[in-house]
């Protein structure tokens, strides 16, 4: 399986402007999880939402089309896509010419569904939305609800994940609370740009100290990851230092190349949440 490293991430690289599926580039989760200590099926459930604001193609009169495209990538697939790999793929509708956006939606679904499912015994497909412009100004901005950890005043000290500092009020009568961040930062595993994001925990159990869960969650400052990976690297900590009973993270990260990443991981099967971006977004 190929891995970050073989991508054409921080490379010159041409960009096709004729359709082209091998332009994407598959990563298996396998690795990552490893680490976490995770093997064999994952102890979560959920999806990556990823938002597509630059897809362009032709109609039969070679007259440009534009869409926004949402596409719902299961945790359960064996393979991420890079994110460059999926840019350079999307770019590569811009001189295409198809009979109508259907065909376009169609073509995505399963490119997109057999990269993330490579290697699978039983592929299946991932969820493909196309909003064309006429729907555009329906499109909402909303923040993530919940109480915000950003409120407390606290001295940070550790740019690289922390798990220590995570502990929750064992014990006591567990609670049930959803608490949010505007302060998620990480860097992308191959290059080291910069990754901006917020972030939702949702759980139900004994009640986690937040300024210490803050504090954690700033660690990530300078750590090398994906979007996915610290996620679920956030989840797997969370859910063995705190104990939860229930527990749902999910982030929202900013856009790059025209891209935004938005992964989902719960403990237990929930309905997602509807992709809708927030204002940094």
């Known amino acids: 399986m190929t891995s970050p490293d073989q991508s054409q991430l921080g490379k010159p690289v041409r960009y096709a402007d004729q359709y082209d599926a091998s332009l994407l580039f598959p990563i298996a989760r396998a690795a990552k999880r490893e ?76 490119d997109l569904s057999e990269a993330v499912w490579r290697g699978a015994p039983a592929p299946s497909t991932i969820g493909v939305r196309l909003l064309l412009p006429e729907l555009f100004d329906q ?28 502990r929750a009020a064992e014990g006591e009568q567990p609670v049930e609370e959803v608490l949010v961040s505007n302060l998620l930062k990480s860097n992308c595993l191959v290059t080291g740009q910069p990754d901006w994001g917020s972030v939702q925990i949702r759980y139900t159990g004994a009640q986690i100290d937040q300024e210490g869960l803050l504090r954690y969650l700033v660690s990530f400052r300078n750590h090398n990851e994906f979007h996915e990976q610290c996620v679920e690297r956030i989840f797997m900590d969370i859910w063995r230092r705190c104990r939860p009973s229930r527990l749902a993270v999910y982030a929202r990260y900013t856009r790059r190349g025209g891209l935004d990443i938005n992964p989902l991981r719960t403990s237990h099967p929930m309905a997602l949440p509807a992709n809708i971006r927030t204002a940094r977004q």
């Not at 039969?60 to 697939?77: L, N, S």
């Not at 909303?142 to 798990?163: F, K, M, N, Q, V």
């Open 35 to 110: 680490e976490l200590g995770v093997s064999g099926p994952p102890p979560f459930f959920g999806a990556d939402l990823w938002t597509a604001f630059e897809l362009s193609w032709l109609n039969k009169r070679g007259k440009p089309q534009v869409a926004i495209a949402h596409f719902t990538v299961p945790c359960e697939t064996p393979n991420i896509i890079e994110s460059k790999s999926l840019k350079l793929y999307l770019g590569s509708y811009n001189g295409t010419v198809f009979a109508s956006a259907d065909e376009v939606r169609e073509r995505l679904r399963a």
């Open 139 to 166: 499109e909402p901005v909303h923040e993530l609800d919940g109480l915000s950890l950003d409120r407390l005043d606290i001295e940070c000290t550790h740019y690289t994940p922390a798990p220590e500092l995570l």
